[in-house]
């Protein structure tokens, strides 16, 4: 089976694999082609001997190890109760967007409250996670399992995935072949806000989030952890999920300049804000 991945240019994508058989993604501008070429054999009435050859090549790599990192600031006043923050360090191709925005934001939050003279009433515990994009890993799981200390006192963990990707809009002007070619424009595409447990006390903060911060939030609540999140379950508190499915999400075409530099900047101020206010808000708002 062939999938024409119908995205500007010839991205290479990871989706789309379980077909039911072999099952080979071809880039837009060479699906365009084929499907040219099977129309112009289907007016010449010669669909029927038309063939394509195809041949792939690939390795497999086995006895690989990942790691997570770790980074811990002590609270102030309730050291023994943490707020977990996780970004996944992985990807697949260059993964500006999925996940090299939301753990940029990871580390600035870390800077910062590192060094701010306020510090935090809790302990925040900072996780870049391994293995997200590999079978058989979950980096957060594996955290709950070889740290119980910072888990298990925890009162939310919060997962930041895939954060400040560009809008993209269909492009104005179509190509001498008919293609029509995408164009970033300068916002962020919309960023679903999950809580799992649906806490009016966080939900709220997202709400204050746009307005003060213009965080492109879509306005209806969710309960979505995705893999990333959902590794902290079992902790039983608030799952807090921010996260991005725009259309280069997963393919080739996640590179640095899809990535909005303003957008990186919103999330990590709306982030810091949240983070402060979830620092000194009692347990019952948190998980009520
Ligand atoms: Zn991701």
Redo the contacts with the bound molecule.
């Keep these: 089976m062939i999938n024409v991945i119908d995205l500007p240019g010839n991205e290479r994508a990871r989706d789309f694999s379980n077909c039911g058989g072999p099952c080979f993604n071809l880039g837009g501008r060479d699906g365009r082609f084929l499907e040219t070429v099977m129309d112009r054999a289907a007016e010449a009435g010669a669909l029927d001997r038309m063939r394509i050859r195809m041949s792939l090549e690939t390795t497999r790599r086995s006895g690989l190890s990942a790691h997570n990192a770790i980074a811990v600031i002590p609270g102030s006043e309730r050291p023994d109760e943490t707020i977990i923050i996780n970004a996944?360090a992985d990807a697949w191709f260059d993964g500006a967007g999925?996940?090299g925005d939301g753990l940029a934001v990871l580390v600035g939050l870390a800077r910062h409250f590192a060094t701010e003279a306020d510090p935090p009433r809790r302990t925040l515990v900072f996780v870049a996670s391994a293995g997200?994009h590999s079978p058989g890993m979950n980096g957060p799981r594996n955290f709950v399992a070889m740290n119980p200390t910072f888990a298990e006192s925890a009162v939310l963990a919060l997962n930041i995935?895939?954060v400040a990707q560009r809008n993209l809009s269909p492009a104005r002007s179509v190509a001498d072949d008919g293609y029509r070619e995408f164009v970033a424009d300068a916002g962020e595409a919309p960023i679903v806000a999950g809580v799992s447990n649906e806490a009016p006390f966080l939900e709220n903060l997202f709400r204050r989030g746009v307005e003060r911060y213009g965080t492109n939030f879509v306005s209806g609540p969710s309960t979505m952890a995705s893999g990333?999140g959902g590794g902290y379950r079992s902790l039983e508190v608030a799952i807090v999920t921010t996260m991005q499915a725009p259309p280069l999400y997963h393919t080739s075409g996640e590179v640095p300049e899809v990535i909005s530099v303003p957008g990186l900047e919103r999330m990590a101020r709306f982030l810091a804000f949240f983070l402060k206010q979830v620092d000194v808000a009692p347990w019952e708002q948190l998980n009520p």
Excluded: A, F
């Design positions: 996944h999925d996940n997200h995935e895939h990333e």
